[in-house]
T-cell receptor, first 115, second 113 residues
Framework: DAGVIQSPRHEVTEMGQEVTLRCKPI?????LFWYRQTMMRGLELLIY????????DSGMPEDRFSAKMPNASFSTLKIQPSEPRDSAVYFC?????????????FGEGSRLTVL | GESVGLHLPTLSVQEGDNSIINCAYS??????FIWYKQESGKGPQFIID?????DKRQGQRVTVLLNKTVKHLSLQIAATQPGDSAVYFC????????????FGTGTRLTIIP
């Protein structure tokens, strides 16, 4: 059973370039989350979707960040233009609605380095 | 403001001993408390959770204790093994339609062989 799949695993880019991170949630899961992890700020929720609809994007740092979920099996997180302070590990996670638990299933993450 | 924090950033335990990782929270409205384990280079992995109407829950080699009076959460790992070495995060969420999970800063547990 495949877990949450993220790509790319590693990305190194230069400041000002566009970055697109991709996520395939676990099939059948209704919720999809994008988290960012840094040493300074820990794990922060950026945005989450329910049935492909963005529910809470209050964690998105600024207008340079955007996320989409065109269908139940795919989501993207885009940063344009990227800045060095965006360097972090970005995690996608999913869960099943109605599950009587706080469990999220995380992907392996996309490590972004902006030079 | 709301926060989920940890008392100790690092913890070293001899293999075979028990370990206790502590977490303080400030949001009394939280309904779920969850522990995650994160190994190097991987995403967080769910360990165990507990609802706010419980004070103890046990899993395989793990026990979570919740003390709502002092807003304290702990994770006990029995008979630690080298594979338990990781960063452990506590997290909290509210029920009833709010899916936001707020993570603490993490405790690095090192098991000494």
């Amino acid at each position: 059973d495949a877990g949450v799949i993220q790509s790319p695993r590693h990305e190194v880019t230069e400041m000002g370039q566009e970055v697109t991170l991709r996520c395939k949630p676990i099939s059948g899961h209704d919720y999809l989350f994008w988290y960012r992890q840094t040493m300074m700020r820990g794990l922060e929720l950026l945005i989450y979707f329910n049935n492909n609809v963005p529910i809470d994007d209050s964690g998105m740092p600024e207008d340079r960040f955007s996320a989409k979920m065109p269908n139940a099996s795919f989501s993207t997180l885009k940063i344009q233009p990227s800045e060095p302070r965006d360097s972090a590990v970005y995690f996608c996670a999913s869960r099943l609605a109605g599950a009587n638990t706080g469990e999220l299933f995380f992907g392996e993450g996309s490590r972004l380095t902006v030079l | 403001g709301e926060s989920v924090g940890l008392h100790l950033p690092t913890l070293s335990v001899q293999e075979g001993d028990n370990s206790i990782i502590n977490c303080a929270y400030s949001n009394s409205a939280s309904d779920y408390f969850i522990w995650y384990k994160q190994e190097s280079g991987k995403g967080p992995q769910f360990i165990i959770d507990i609802r706010s109407n419980m004070d103890k829950r046990q899993g395989q080699r793990v026990t979570v204790l919740l003390n709502k009076t002092v807003k304290h959460l702990s994770l006990q790992i029995a008979a630690t093994q080298p594979g338990d070495s990781a960063v452990y995060f506590c997290a909290e969420k509210r029920d009833f339609g709010n899916e936001k999970l707020t993570f603490g800063t993490g405790t690095r547990l090192t098991i000494i062989p």
